[in-house]
């Protein structure tokens, strides 16, 4: 990174999933770009790299606060925080707890689809908006859509994430099937693709507000990535509709 970390605060030892972690990061250099991220220390097998940030450090003798959001759904457990340079140098900045999840890491539903080589959706859950399993859909529901991903390499670049709810009914609004769908990166923002490392599993969650005249079903779900030129990922594995470069999965009525 071409300076030194002087030293850093941390305010606190244990966060729990939903609170944002604040630190104070001393540079003594010149002027560089970074990331502080969390990186799991407990197990090699579970979580990677699930949230980071960009740091832009200012040159001389300087202090930078960095605000971490920490995901909903990140898992219980012992953290490294890492200061990452765009040299790749990395130095620790302390160890931190995450205290609880809000909810289990297992699909209810799994999934095996491959995004080209490196991005994996292991499975999802369907959850009303009282946290209960989403068995059957109404008119007017919130129906949270939660996606398990993987990571196999570190991705390249920051991919959004997009969920659809199809009917075989034509809908004037969208003038197509399409009747409802949340398009928006992994973790509502707080963890681009670009930060995963080959060891990230992420809980990520998506809501779509099913319309008062949404017709009989039965339904599928649309899932997919796209880069920010709009073009969809490729796609492999089941249930996938590779020429369209999407998953489908049929829901009941």
Do not use: C
């Amino acid at each position: 990174m071409g300076g030194t970390i002087a030293g850093y605060d941390l305010p606190v030892r244990e966060v729990r999933p939903g609170d944002t972690l604040r630190l104070g990061v001393y540079w003594d250099g010149p002027a560089a770009s970074a990331r502080v991220g969390l990186g799991t220390v407990a197990d090699p097998n579970d979580e990677g790299t699930v949230v980071a940030r960009p740091v832009a450090l200012a040159g001389g003798q300087t202090r930078t606060q960095v605000e971490l959001p920490i995901p909903r759904f990140m898992q219980p457990g012992d953290y490294d925080i890492t200061l990452t340079g765009s040299d790749g140098s990395a130095a620790s900045l302390g160890r931190l707890h995450v205290a609880r999840t809000e909810a289990p890491a297992t699909p209810d539903v799994p999934l095996d689809a491959r995004f080209a080589e490196d991005i994996r959706l292991l499975g999802m859950s369907l959850v009303d908006d009282q946290g209960r399993p989403a068995r059957r859909l109404q008119a007017g529901q919130i129906l949270n859509v939660d996606l398990f991903w993987a990571a196999d390499e570190p991705p390249t670049a920051d991919y959004t994430v997009f969920v659809h709810l199809l009917a075989d009914a034509f809908n004037p609004a969208s003038g197509g099937p399409v009747w409802a769908g949340h398009d928006g990166p992994p973790a509502e923002g707080q963890s681009a693709t670009s930060w995963w490392d080959q060891k990230t599993r992420l809980r990520d969650r998506h809501t779509l507000t099913l319309p008062d005249d949404l017709p009989p079903g039965p339904y599928q779900l649309e899932i997919g990535l796209y880069g920010a030129d709009g073009a969809r990922r490729p796609v492999s594995g089941a249930p996938v509709d590779a020429t369209n470069r999407r998953v489908l999965v049929t829901l009941g009525p």
